[in-house]
């Protein structure tokens, strides 16, 4: 079950770093690198490295800045509360806080140019090293940077699993066209790398006891084997 994460939690918290870390695999062996993009509103990042984590898996994931203030302002969240202090006798908003790095903009637009041009140069690495692209959808926010970062990895050639609660498959259908695999839980997430990296299938069929083989379902794919 996925939880909502309070947008200032993961700003202080920096969200996800315990996420951005790799699983010490025996020496020789592939080290899968699994890019996590998509919303930062709910704790699904977690809910994966979680699981990684308990079934060992050699994965070193990344992610775009989880920080929505840092992703906007390309600030130090130290400055960002130094400021609040500040100005603690009128209301802050992230809008106010201002680009710290490259400085103030007068308009919106090239604000907001200068941010998404820095947050490219950390998706664009992370991407084109990725083995696995996973995209998540939610259901409260539209993520069009996450459907860019779909179109992008899909173009480089990359393996993409998207993750998106069912009423989203109609408005995604082209989105999930381009992937190799549509879950809809974090949980089938882990499942399926466990799966590619080492065969690994879970103890229980999603399904449960309604499961049924395929070839009792609907006969033999192959007829003379």
């Known amino acids: 079950m996925l939880k909502t994460v309070n947008a ?10 315990r996420c951005l870390s790799s699983y010490a695999a025996s020496p020789g062996s592939k080290i899968w690198r699994v890019y996590l993009s998509g919303e930062i509103h709910s704790d699904w990042r977690e809910l994966i490295a979680d699981g990684i984590q308990k079934k060992q898996l050699p994965v070193h994931l990344t ?13 130090s969240l130290d400055i960002l509360l130094t400021l609040i202090r500040v100005h603690s006798n009128r209301t802050l908003y992230d809008d106010d806080v201002g680009a710290i790095i490259l400085g103030m903009e007068e308009k919106r637009a090239n604000w907001d140019k200068i941010g998404a041009n820095m947050n490219s140069v950390r998706t664009k690495t992370l991407v084109k090293d990725a083995d696995v692209v996973v995209v998540r959808f939610g259901e409260k926010y539209r993520q069009w940077n996450a459907a860019f970062d779909a179109g992008y990895a899909a173009a480089l050639g990359k393996s993409i699993i998207t993750l998106h ?6 408005m995604l259908k082209e989105v999930n066209a381009s992937a190799s695999v549509v879950c809809e839980e974090p949980e089938q997430v882990v499942d399926t ?11 229980t069929p999603r399904d449960g ?11 033999a794919g192959n007829p003379n084997p």
Do not use: F, W
């Open 193 to 203: 790398l466990a799966y590619v990296i080492r065969g690994e299938l879970p103890t």
């Open 165 to 170: 609660p069912p009423s989203l498959s109609h």
């Open 8 to 17: 200032m939690t993961i700003s202080s918290t920096r969200g996800i770093q």
């Open 63 to 75: 992610s775009p800045n989880t920080s929505h203030e840092d992703s906007d302002d390309c600030e």
């Open 209 to 219: 006891k309604d499961y049924v083989p395929i070839a009792n379902k609907l006969g």
